[in-house]
């Protein structure tokens, strides 16, 4: 399948305050040279970088409330092997001595974003919603991953864990997005799209015993592969 004009095209870097234009065969490059170095400071966190394999479990340590509102974060990038690399991807490009083994892998992006129901919605006085209603609205957070343009859908499962490591929020299986087709976050639709996973702050409080500045969780992701 020949990809699209926008599918195949250069595209703003995923992580939010970067402007960076990125083709998809340099994707990996940008993140390690930009984004990996620890004089960075595009991102509040450490940014992980991991080789793993299909039904490889990655755990990463979120700690949700210390997350920048309304900013697209990259908690780690997770380089998949897959079997077949030549059919479904072109390779990443110009990588540093030290990550040329990556050259045939996919990079995935897992991405976060703390936002409020009413910044997803874009609620205003004029459809009806006051004030006092949308500031009663709560927090949510967005769990999505990236990659560069893939011929084939590629899957993971994305779960919540919490400190004892047991599954608190059930494992959901998403697809892995086209970093180039940047779908509004106004645009999700809770429960009905095939990217996104979306979890409520009093629940991850409650299940975190009272929350707190602190307050953390484990996120799952397991890349499962091509779709059957």
């Not at 479990?57 to 998949?80: E, K």
């Not at 703390?114 to 006092?132: E, F, I, M, N, Y």
């Not at 893939?150 to 994305?158: E, F, G, S």
Request: glycine share 4%.
């Amino acid at each position: 399948m020949a990809a699209t004009c926008e599918e195949s095209q250069p595209a703003i870097c995923p992580v939010a305050d970067c402007r960076a234009l990125v083709t998809h065969t340099h994707l990996l490059r940008h993140m390690i040279s930009e984004h990996l170095d620890t004089r960075a400071r595009t991102l509040p966190f450490q940014l992980r970088l991991r080789e793993v394999a299909s039904g490889q479990q990655t755990l990463l340590m979120l700690t949700y409330r210390q997350l920048a509102v309304d900013h697209d974060q990259c908690l780690a990038v997770l380089n998949w092997s897959c079997d077949s690399p030549f059919d479904l991807m072109e390779p990443q490009l110009d990588l540093p001595p030290c990550h040329q083994a990556l050259t045939f892998h996919l990079p995935v992006l897992v991405m976060v974003c703390r936002t409020t129901w009413k910044a997803l919605l874009k609620q205003d006085d004029d459809k009806g919603v006051s004030r006092d209603l949308t500031s009663e609205w709560g927090t949510v957070y967005l769990l999505w991953l990236v990659s560069p343009f893939t011929r084939r859908a590629i899957y993971a499962n994305l779960a919540v864990l919490n400190s004892r490591l047991q599954c608190i929020v059930r494992r959901n299986r998403r697809r892995i997005r086209n970093f180039a087709s940047r779908m509004p976050i106004s645009q999700f639709i809770n429960g009905l799209d095939p990217f996104f996973v979306s979890l409520n702050e009093d629940q991850l409080d409650e299940l975190c015993d009272g929350g707190g500045e602190k307050a953390s969780v484990f996120l799952e992701v397991t890349i499962e592969g091509e779709g059957q």
